[in-house]
């Protein structure tokens, strides 16, 4: 059985030795892992780097290792950060305080509700490094949970939760710095304690 009742674990763990697990993988994640790729890329970019995504995992199949949480998201997100990688090593524009990095910043003001936001969250996110704003946005965006982020970032799981309190507070700063008449935001912990911002 390859259809919709089969979780992502049991598809996962048929992918070494058969096809069709990665059509069913793709029909259920291929706007996520797109939505993931047009937020970094730009939609028509993603269009492509999607494709090339599914390319990779039909490939890689066979040095699979399930995630915990048995989603496909984690591995299919790891993939599609390689990809990106290459597609900025061939030229693309990467990320840029003063450009538009092909983020899909209707999303960002769609969650926001305030089209004012849009230069303030993007300088508050240039203030983080590479792989915390990575990890932020994994979290924030893609909707992961910090252990499955770390895994498609590569880190352990403690360290995962040690730099996204750190980011989500560093970006915190930097929206009270360009945003002083704000009031201070309250941000809730993965163990649903509240810390002062």
Do not use: C
């Amino acid at each position: 059985m390859t259809g919709p009742h089969r979780p992502d674990s049991e598809i996962l763990a048929s992918l070494p030795g058969e096809l069709e697990p990665v059509g069913v993988l793709y029909e259920r994640h291929a706007p996520a892992v797109f939505r993931y790729l047009a937020r970094r890329a730009g939609p028509s970019a993603a269009e492509d780097l999607l494709s090339e995504v599914f390319i990779a995992a039909l490939h890689g199949r066979t040095r699979f290792v399930a995630h915990d949480s048995g989603s496909a998201l984690p591995w299919l997100y790891g993939i599609a950060m390689n990809v990106l990688r290459q597609h900025f090593r061939q030229g693309a524009a990467q990320w840029v305080a003063a450009e538009d990095p092909g983020m899909d910043w209707d999303a960002v003001d769609a969650r926001l509700d305030a089209e004012a936001k849009r230069g303030q969250l993007r300088s508050a996110l240039t203030v983080l490094s590479e792989g915390d704003r990575e990890l932020l946005l994994l979290v924030a965006w893609e909707g992961l949970t910090p252990a499955e982020a770390a895994e498609v970032l590569g880190i352990g799981k403690v360290a995962a939760r040690s730099r996204l309190h750190r980011a989500r507070r560093r970006a915190l700063q930097a929206l009270d710095r360009s945003a002083p008449d704000r009031p201070p935001v309250e941000v809730t912990t993965v163990t649903g304690r509240e810390m002062p911002a």
